[in-house]
Structure formats: C-alpha cells, structure tokens
C-alpha cells in the first residue's frame, strides 16, 4: 500500500472538497490513489448540528456505483460457464414471460428497452411513475420491504421502451432481473455470490449487501433529504432507510478504500477475464455505457471509467484509468441546503467535474447526468 499524504500534501485537492460542501453539500470524504501515492480528507460534518468532519474511512450508500458490481459478478459467472453473455433471460427466469430477444448482455448494458420500474422520463417531457422514489410518499415508505419480484412485474406492466437491443435507456429493472438471473443459476443470494466471488478475494471487509436491512454499520455520515410536502419544507434524516426500492440496481453500502481497491483491481485485469473485461468496457454509442461501467473519451484523448450513484442523501463517486493506477473514490450527503431535485444533481454534477478535473487533468462530458438518477 501507498503511503497515504494529508490535506498538507495536495491542497488543491482539500480546496476542492470543501467547494463542493460551499455549494450546499453536508459532507464529502475523498480518496485519490496516483504516481503520488494516496491521499484522503474529508469536509463538511458528519452529522447536522454538529462540528465533527465525516470520518474518511466512514461506510456510506453508493447508490447506481452497485451496478458495476453486479455487473461483475454477472460476468465472473459467465467466465464460470453459468451462461452465456448472449444467452436468453428468459432460458433462466421463464415465469416472467420476457421477451426472447433480451439477452443476458442487454440487462448489464441497459439495451432490453424494460421500462425502469423507478419510473421513465420521455423525450417529449412526458413523466412515467413508478415506484414512488421522492416526497411524503417516499418518506412513508422509509422502512417498506419491495420484494424484487415486484419491482419486475411492476416493471412488466408497463410498455416496453422499444424493441429489445434496439436503444438505450437506463433501467434499475435491468439491474433486479441480473440479481434473480444469478440467484435462480448459483442457488445462492446475490449477497453470497458477491462475498464468493469479490468481497473475499479482494478483502473488502467494509462493503456491505444489506438486502431489507435499514443498518449502516458504523463509521458513518449521516445524509438527509430536504422535500417539500403541503407547502411546508422539511427535513429527514434518511441514514437508516430501507433500500430494497433499488434492489441490486443501487442498494450497496462501501467505503472510498473499498471502491477503490475494487475499481483498480478490475480495471487492471486481476478480476474479471481479459475477454470479459474488454466485453465490460466496450460503450454503447449512447451516453458510452459498457455493461455496468461507463466508458468516457477525455478531451486530451485519454479515457475514464466510472460509475457514480445517488439517491436522496447519499452520492458515490468511482472513477479509473484503464490500467487502474489512478483512481478516485468519493462519498458525497446531502443536508437542510436549500437544493430542489434539479439543483442537487446540478450541484453533484459541478462537483464531480471539479475534481475529476483535479485528479485526472482532463474534463469529460456529462455522461455522469443518467447516474444519479435513480
């Protein structure tokens, strides 16, 4: 391991970070790893009402981030031979009468055109609903239990985006059905098979599956959402929340350590199959996803891999090279700042350009604006 630099070390990096809190943040922990070594810190507070900064190696949701290790477990299952990458769903979960054409593939790389059971967005400005993800609604539900079989059938009740592998569009469904894909194959949980075939070989001893679990396991910031419900604002403390709306779309709990350890060791080929991880990281012509990772072009002609997350509370930052020896791992809250939902993912959106900036010496586009949109 790296000798691990202080706040002293890289200033711009601490400056960064408490611009991002100055724009309405509650707290920020960050991990950089590069030729300089490693360096963390942490800005803003733990916990509202209080002075104390969030610990820097504290647990925290990472929301859509998930996906890529969903996606990974998928794919160390077809390196097992379970399945194919291009092997019918349906071969495997027939009760659900899906559409023949979706393939293992489409599911990882949002092309199956299932409407996303957390509720679509239209071209023409037209809204959707789904599962109710923001308000009182949402804030009654804190601690409800959704089975993930509903989520797909909820899911399955509503016209298909397009024809399968026709488009693309970002679909948490997608993410449920490679959960019960793998359970229904290993007749284990997913939560097992993560432990079996990441967690364990990798060590990473902070990272959590909580299934309908509310816990966070301690140290952690807290994250509150700030909403607006008969004319009146308030705030909750959404910490201990059941996360089971998201399912395997965006349920993990992790750590900056964690991810990044995860995210340098996939990117540098020590998990995933060299013919599987070039599969995992070839982008769709749209917003260049790959299959549970987004693939973005700099602007000096480098690349970045990442995947970011959030929902109300709560947003991660992971970002690679390609040969995973720069990395940058982030955990955002959210407080009682005055940010409506457009304002919050406008706010995440300038603060992870800001540091990507930073660590990478390179701006990207906007493909992190579908992240955090759970």
Known sequence: MSHTLTGQDRPELQKAIQEIV??????????????????????????????AKPATDGRFRIGSTTKTFTATVVLLLVAEGRFGLDSPV??????????????????????????????????????????????????????????????????????????????????????VLAKLLVEEVTGRSLAEETERLILRPLGLSGTVLPGDSPEIPEPHAHGYYRYENAGEWKVVDVTRFNVSWISAAGDMISTTEDLHTFFSALNSGKLVPAPLLAEMRKPHPKLGYGLGVFVEETDDGGTVLHHNGGFFGWAALMYSTPDGSRTLTASLTTGDADLDFAATAAAFQKAQKALVQEVFGARTGSAGAAEGAE
Not at 24 to 30: E, K, N, P, S, T
């Open 90 to 175: 349906d071969d495997h979960l027939p009760r659900f009468g899906l559409d023949r054409r979706i393939t293992v593939r489409m599911l990882l790389q949002h092309t199956s055109g299932l409407f996303n059971h957390t509720g679509e967005y239209y071209d023409d400005g037209t809204v959707a609903p789904g599962i109710p993800w923001q308000g009182q609604e949402y804030v009654d539900r804190q601690f409800h239990t959704y089975e993930p079989e509903e989520l797909v059938r909820l899911s399955l009740s509503k016209p298909a985006r397009f024809e399968p592998g026709a488009d693309w569009s970002y679909s948490n469904t997608n993410y």
């Open 22 to 51: 100055d724009s309405g943040f509650a707290g920020v922990q960050l991990r950089v790893n590069d030729e300089r070594g490693e360096w963390v810190g942490s800005a803003g507070v733990n916990r509202l009402g209080e002075s």
